[in-house]
């Protein structure tokens, strides 16, 4: 199962839309507070539909949390777009943690410090980023297509 990060998430609709990917691709959900919007914001239920309830989802009050459960920080895989890995040329493991920043601002020089492993999804010079829900479907698409392959 894949862990899905979310760092102080922005926008209640996109988080839903995270949320039923998850829901839809067995993967858990990891969401580190501060938030953009409360959980049961209408948006965010709206995005989710009715998938929430079967969402494996925790809460964290703040990174350092998070931090302190994770069993292996070698497979914590930060997604930006200042990295110059692709994520195509990364090799995933079931239990992986894929690290999503804010959609502002995405995630901060000193949260990237903290973890070696930084990856990028290549794109077009004429766009800034991927919506967040977007560039999740693209990094848990790969990693299961990969860990299926490793079934085989």
Known sequence: MLNVVLVEPEIPNNTGNIGRL?????SRLHLIHPFGFVINDKNLKRSGLDYWVHLDVTEYQNVEEWIAQIPDQSRVFLMSSHS??????????????????????????AFMARFENHLTIP??????????????????????????????
């Open 22 to 26: 998850c829901v839809g691709t067995e």
């Open 123 to 152: 794109m077009s010079p004429l766009i800034r980023s991927f919506n967040i829900a977007n560039s999740v479907a693209f990094v848990v698409g790969e990693a299961k297509r990969q860990i299926g392959l490793k079934k085989v």
């Open 84 to 109: 110059d890995k692709s994520y195509l040329e990364n090799e995933f493991q079931d239990g992986d943690w894929l690290v999503f920043g804010k959609e502002s601002v995405g995630l901060s020089a």
